[in-house]
């Protein structure tokens, strides 16, 4: 709070009292007051309001300026009127008294949201382990009974399970709780456990797998580095480039405070200016527009479930010739001594 | 014959999954009437127990707590919940394996038979002919002579030596090597599945592994 703020602010005052000693002069010079008298009452009206007005000026600086400050190092703004001394002045009270009903009414709001969302989420989360139980006894019927048609049943029924799995991870993606455990898992365990699990497709498209160096172990959650892994793969599956024997490099690189995850393919690439709106919701761009379907979800999972766990995942491509997501888990020893 | 017991409440998956592992040449129960069935399972004295997590009446997690204080029969979770913590729970009450559903039947019959492997390990080396099965080091040994595999050559070799005289399925083949971090395509596995006859025809042991068109192969 500055000079010029409280000058602005009190300006009425200011000229009503310039006015006020107008007047009085002008009476005391139409009563023939004595010199001396108006110097006196001239200097005594003075001070007064100096000495108002700066004590009103810095009980309101001391007051805002900490707010001011109090509310810059915050992390939840909204959570300012606990953090407010009362002032003791009446605008002021009255002020913190309103700041603190509004924000309490606020925080009711929250958490409500909060609790339908995590209600909404853990229905989400039992309805679809339920349809994955009639899909496992179809799986299981359809390899039971091997024909042509259950060999199409099969790819179907991978699909359905491959949907249900994105709406699942997008409820916990979205939601605010932390329901992932991190642990050591090795990086050859998760390529092998989607690979395996998007087998048919792969072979069906004469993709070529090719690994290297994933033998180390990264801080993450299994589940989640599959479902990532899984969206990936099913990038690429839909835009390999015809001209080539498409191909999928994973690779893993250590360094001393981070292993770097690579994962290159050799399709169609990323338009130079998609590339910094792919991670965004419902980003199609010019490859989903033209091509196969595009939702514009998955990467956008893909990277809120990084970030959830505290991984660096960044992209890079060159149109025509490659598509390279790259990983980055940070080392934490503390995990260690677990 | 290894006897499996099943304990699933839905009913489909129940008869199916019953099916499966009989058609794969296992013996199984599968009780529908889930009350008391940690009495069933003891009582069942079977080799290995396919337990599911979302149960009525208890949670399989805690069932697999209170079942682990009298026996150490191998038990793999079979289940829908696809949460790490589900996982590392079930592990630390002593599952042997954790295996979510939608499953693809190929692995989960890898898995049980890697399980039964496991468990039913005898200390004794194992034998094809008078070709000793030297897993770790990749090689077929007798006392002249020594057959060195490729980490693909004795993945096939050894699955099809613990199923021996029984046809091996190209698909259990490729998933096998699949879980393996061996990536390769149906061309590849004919080539590797060639290389590896054409060795132990080397070795003295003619048309050891027949070809069965459409439907795999078998090591005699």
């Known amino acids: ?20 000693f107008l007047i009085i002069f002008l009476f005391m010079n139409a009563f023939n007051a004595d010199p001396q008298l108006k110097i006196i009452t001239g200097v005594i009206l003075f001070l007064l309001l100096i000495v108002n007005e700066t004590h009103e000026f810095l009980r309101k600086k001391f007051f805002y300026d900490d707010i001011k400050i109090k509310m810059e190092n915050l992390d939840r703004k909204y959570l300012i009127s606990e953090m407010i001394t ?54 299981l019927m359809a390899h039971n009974n091997r024909s042509e048609i259950s060999e199409k049943f099969l790819e179907q029924l991978y699909r359905i399970d491959g949907y249900t799995d994105t709406v699942l991870y997008y409820a916990r993606s979205e939601n605010a709780e932390k329901d992932y455990i991190i642990k050591e898992i090795q990086l ?8 395996l ?43 390999f480039s015809p001209e080539r024997e498409p191909e999928i490099f994973i690779s893993a690189e250590e360094f ?83 | 014959m290894s006897k499996i017991y099943i304990i699933e409440d839905d009913r489909s998956i129940r008869t199916e999954l019953s099916e499966l592992l009989r058609n794969a ?41 209170e079942f682990r204080k009298s026996s150490d029969t191998p038990v793999i979770m079979v289940t829908s919940r696809t949460s790490e913590a589900d996982e590392v729970l079930s592990m630390s009450y002593g599952a042997d394996d954790y295996i979510t559903k939608p499953y693809n039947p190929t692995i989960l019959l890898l898995r049980i038979s890697a399980v039964l492997k496991r468990s ?10 008078d070709l000793k099965i030297n897993a770790a080091k990749g090689a077929l040994t007798s006392d002249d002579r020594e057959l060195i595999l490729t980490k693909n050559e004795m993945i096939i070799f050894q699955l099809l030596f613990d199923r021996q005289g029984e046809i091996v399925t190209r698909d259990e083949l490729m998933t ?45």
């Not at chain 1, 050859?188 to 690979?195: E, L, P, R, T």
């Open chain 1, 197 to 239: 699990k998007n087998r048919e497709t792969l072979l069906l498209n004469n993709v070529a797998i090719r690994t290297s160096g994933l033998e180390v172990t990264v801080l993450t959650d299994g589940k989640w580095l599959e479902f990532i892994l899984g969206q990936l793969i099913a990038n690429s599956i839909k835009f």
């Open chain 1, 256 to 338: 001393s405070d981070k292993t770097v995850l690579k994962y290159r393919d050799n399709g169609i690439g990323i338009p130079e200016s998609d590339i910094p709106y792919i991670f965004e919701k419902s980003f199609t761009g010019e490859n989903g527009r033209k091509g196969t379907r595009s939702t514009g979800m998955g990467l956008y999972i893909v990277k809120n479930l990084c970030e959830k766990m505290g991984h660096k995942i960044s992209v890079n491509s060159q149109k025509g010739e490659f598509t390279e997501f790259e990983i980055i888990f940070d080392k934490n020893d503390f995990y260690k001594f677990n």
């Open chain 2, 25 to 65: 040449g296992y013996e199984t129960e599968a009780p529908s009437e889930l009350e008391n069935i940690l009495d069933g399972m003891i009582a069942a004295n079977a080799d290995l127990i396919l337990l599911d997590i979302n149960l009525p009446i208890v949670n399989g997690e805690v069932l697999l707590k």
């Open chain 1, 188 to 195: 050859s365990k998760a390529a092998s456990g989607i690979a």
């Open chain 1, 86 to 139: 009362p002032p003791r002045f009446f605008d002021g009270d009255l002020m913190c008294e309103l700041l603190s009903e509004a924000g309490r009414s606020m925080c009711e709001n929250i958490a409500e949201y909060r609790r339908n969302s995590a209600e909404f989420r853990e229905f989400i989360e039992m309805w679809v382990h339920e349809i994955k139980l009639p899909v496992s006894s179809l799986l």
């Open chain 2, 120 to 129: 039913s390990r005898s200390t004794a080396n194992q034998y094809y002919k």
């Open chain 1, 1 to 20: 709070m500055k000079l010029y703020d409280l000058l602005k602010d009190r300006i009425f005052i200011f000229i009503s009292c310039i006015t006020a």
């Open chain 2, 176 to 220: 096998a090597l699949w879980d393996n971090n061996e990536f390769i395509n149906d061309n590849a596995l004919t080539v590797n599945v060639s290389r590896l006859r054409a060795k132990l025809c080397e070795a003295g042991y003619n048309d050891a592994v027949e070809t069965r068109k459409k439907q795999g192969y078998i090591l005699k």
